[in-house]
């Protein structure tokens, strides 16, 4: 550690210590790391969330006003998942439980009919109007549904046995929602409804050797084609089913934690990047290999909205946390940088919770904020109504290469490097013989992609089954323990 740092840590931890104020706050480093854009006419809704709480506009971020984390009842690093409503009502679901607000957002209320604490997820329709929330793993396991974009609730399918933890909803198919979870051995589990969350069945359990399995996202056209992120040691694997999740494939890799996935409003092409910049952002088009992109970014997100891809980036070494990509990923040009915002919020009222609670907050909230010493904070860059949000195809044949084995730090990757999805497993990770029967799924060739099998290890099922008690208590305990970290960045 070199002296700036060891000083800057010691006056973080002086500040902490000393500060009654601060100690209220959570003491997390300020970042964001989730986004959201509303649906059809409220397109110009978006929120980011942050470490110090949520950042809200109405004019497609243009300006931005700060909602603290007590005006929603956040209680420490209870990072909450957002959906947007049709008329631009926003939900938010955390541990401390279900809130939603309209109009200006200056008030955040519980809604009547539903838990009054621990939600785990909460996903929309593309067109708002339904909304799914996932109670649990610590309350009541069960869904609730909204068909009025999030205003009122009833009770779904109460999801006895399991332990809960990411929901989606087909954003063109309000009749299919997944699920996944835990099972009382401890074993993930992915479940799928076919009448809109009122019943669920599972639908596998088998995630080709993955561990800690939650949903990147379904896709927007076809609601049996969905994808999955799944941990392998320091990786983490992108799984896709083709058939409503009774059968996955691999779709690609991280060498790091996979802390973004973004998928375009047709569903052909995909996002993914890590926690490591060094990996960079990685497409794919049409189920072809991966190609790198240009752009240097610290990705702490990727949401694709409108035809544009949105970035949560790196405050600290990028100059701002949010920005946005009109080619696909190769230039990110700054939308918002956190160091800018004015937490004096002119809209709500002090009469309203955000207008009387956040105010007093925002010098002692943004006390780390104001440390960050990156240089000058990189201002917004708009474009014009005629500026082409599509993403750009046409690009030079990459160049072959592959990522590095699971156990050796990343390399950096040119743009333009192509990976495919076997190669990104590395060595004879891949076969093209089928699964062991031992749970085995038949997995078919994707249209101009590679067989994406993992093999299994010969000799495991024997052990596995005389291990498979103690085994399933400890993956349940580590998994409940993790499902904070994991939730803050699903879906990413």
């Not at 996955?248 to 890590?274: K, N, Y």
């Not at 190609?291 to 544009?308: E, I, P, S, Y």
């Not at 405050?315 to 800018?340: I, K, M, N, Q, T």
């Amino acid at each position: 550690m070199t002296d700036r740092c060891a000083t800057r840590v010691g006056m973080l931890l002086a500040l902490l210590t000393l500060s009654p104020a601060l100690a209220s706050a959570n003491g997390r480093f300020p970042t964001a790391g989730y986004f959201v854009a509303g649906p059809g006419a409220r397109n110009d809704v978006f929120a980011l969330r942050t470490t110090f709480g949520l950042l809200l506009s109405r004019d497609a971020g243009r300006s931005w006003a700060w909602v603290c984390e007590a005006a929603y009842g956040a209680v420490g690093a209870s990072d909450p998942t957002i959906s947007v409503g049709a008329d631009g009502t926003l939900v938010l679901a955390s541990f401390t439980g279900l809130t939603t607000s309209t109009g200006d957002y200056c008030a955040w209320p519980a809604p009547a009919g539903v838990p009054a604490r621990d939600f785990a997820d909460v996903s929309n329709t593309a067109d708002g109007r339904t909304v799914v929330a996932l109670a649990g793993p610590n309350g009541e396991n069960a869904l609730y549904l909204s068909s009025d974009g999030g205003r009122t609730w009833a009770p779904g399918a109460r999801l006895a046995g399991y332990a809960t933890e990411t929901v989606d909803v087909a954003p063109g198919d309000p009749m299919r929602v997944y699920v996944t979870g835990y099972g009382s051995t401890g074993m993930p589990v992915l479940l799928r409804s076919d009448d809109g969350g009122r019943t669920v069945r599972e639908a596998t359990r088998d995630f080709l050797g993955g561990q800690n399995i939650f949903l990147a996202g379904v896709d927007p056209t076809r609601p049996d084609v969905l994808y999955l992120r799944a941990t392998r040691g320091l990786s983490t694997t992108l799984l896709r089913s083709d058939d409503g999740g009774m059968t996955l494939r691999l779709a690609g890799q991280t060498a790091r934690e996979m802390l973004g996935f973004a998928l375009s409003d047709d569903g052909a092409t995909v996002w993914i990047a890590s926690a490591d910049r060094a990996e960079g952002i990685l497409r794919s088009e049409r189920g072809g290999p991966w190609v790198r992109m240009a752009a240097d970014v610290g990705v702490k997100c990727l949401r694709f909205h409108a035809g544009t891809l949105f970035v949560c980036a790196d405050e600290a070494r990028d100059g701002f946390a949010l920005g946005y990509s009109h080619d696909g990923g190769d230039h990110v040009d700054p939308l918002l940088s956190l160091r800018l915002v004015d937490g004096a919020t002119t809209t709500c009222g002090s009469s309203t919770t955000v207008g009387s609670t956040c105010p007093p907050l925002w010098s002692t909230e943004t006390l780390l904020l104001r440390s960050i010493d990156s240089g000058t904070p990189s201002a917004p860059v708009f474009h014009d109504a005629s500026t082409d949000h599509g993403v750009i195809t046409d690009r030079a044949p990459p160049l072959d290469a592959q990522l590095p084995p699971l156990d050796a730090p990343p390399r950096p990757l040119d743009a333009g490097t192509r990976i495919d999805a076997g190669d990104a497993m590395g060595g004879d990770a891949l076969s093209d013989t089928p699964l062991a029967s031992d749970g085995a799924v038949g997995v078919a060739r994707p249209d101009g992609g590679c067989d994406c099998r993992v093999a299994r290890r010969a000799g495991v099922g024997s052990r596995g089954l005389a291990l498979a008690p103690l085994a399933a208590a400890l993956a349940l305990a580590r998994s409940l323990m993790r499902s904070r970290v994991r939730r803050r960045h699903r879906r990413g």
